[in-house]
């Protein structure tokens, strides 16, 4: 997860004054793909502190935009609710998905 999110943090610095709605887009891959690779039965905890580490990181590139303001965390809570997609398990328990019966 370590790993992942400093890979997000520097293409979030790299993608710094790009568009929202493009980095929001890129944004929804990663953690969606994230989601479903790693959503598995007793892992929502660790998916929820990655989707809010990831909107934290994306708060601090966007307040670094402009040396005036900071982005207010009550839109920055619109944004991650936008382009951010909920935590959510993917895959069954391997009992369920495979039918086995012993």
Known sequence: MQAKL???KTELRRRLH???PEVGTWLRSVVGGHLRY???PMNSPALS???FQVGWLWHRALSRR???G???WDRMRRLIERWLPPVRICHPYPLRRLGVIT
């Open 6 to 8: 400093s890979e997000v």
């Open 66 to 68: 402009s040396h005036m």
């Open 18 to 20: 790009d568009p929202i």
């Open 70 to 72: 900071r982005v207010l």
């Open 49 to 51: 502190m990655f989707r």
């Open 38 to 40: 790693y959503g598995v």
